[in-house]
């Protein structure tokens, strides 16, 4: 039998996890619409590195936002167009100056 402790770690661990990547993705979503209050909201809490390994971390939660917000209105009538799933576009969006010194 597990202890009290143990369980009380793991629950906290995945709604930890579940809650963080909810946030990540649902920024980094609003980012590859292009959304500029969102790339400035990344922009003052991230840095290229930083913002890259979450949103890596969190690709699964990704995928289920990406589904929400893009897929689901865009197949029901609900958004005209389709916002392509590109993480590379979406960084080079949000850090252009960052990204053009890692491809020298």
Known sequence: MKSFWFLFFQ??????????GFIVAFEAVLCMSGSRFAIKWVRRLYNLKSFMISVYIFYPMLWIVYLFLELIPYYVGGSKELTKFDIPGMLYCIFPDEC?????
């Not at 629950?11 to 963080?20: D, K, P, R, S």
């Not at 053009?100 to 020298?104: E, G, I, M, N, V």
């Open 100 to 104: 053009d010194k890692c491809d020298s």
């Open 11 to 20: 629950y906290a661990f995945i709604l930890t996890y579940l809650v963080v």
